[in-house]
Nanobody, 121 residues
């Protein structure tokens, strides 16, 4: 059974940092693309960042470039998102997703339960 369990969310002031983690199980983690998506209050899902399986190539939304870093630890089957210089508009529920293919931007077939990130003074 595939499981994706996010952690690391919380309340942080603007300019602060958080690191999200996604512990994966039930599949060969290194093969598949993985990504983070978020949902702000009253809005739809937005892709934040993704990383391919295999070549490990990472991609970022323009809104987070230079502030967020995605990385994966394949032996630990864990995906991370380091978020620096957080802004109020980064507030939302962050979900970890598993792609159906090695490319992270293929349709995802599993999504975690999400972790809340709130950026506020």
């Amino acid at each position: 059974e595939v499981q994706l369990v996010e952690s690391g969310g919380g309340l942080v002031q603007p300019g602060g940092s958080l690191e999200l983690s996604c512990a994966a199980s039930g599949f060969t983690f290194s093969i598949y693309g993985m990504s983070w998506v978020r949902q702000a209050p009253g809005k739809g899902l937005e892709s934040v960042s993704g990383v391919n399986g295999g070549n490990g190539r990472a991609t970022y939304a323009d809104s987070v470039k230079g502030r967020f870093t995605i990385y994966r630890d394949n032996p630990k089957s864990t995906l991370y998102l380091q978020m620096n210089n957080l802004k109020p508009e980064d507030t939302g529920v962050y979900y970890c997703t598993k792609s159906s293919k090695p490319n992270w931007d293929a349709p995802y077939d599993y999504r975690g339960q999400g972790t809340q990130v709130t950026v506020s003074s």
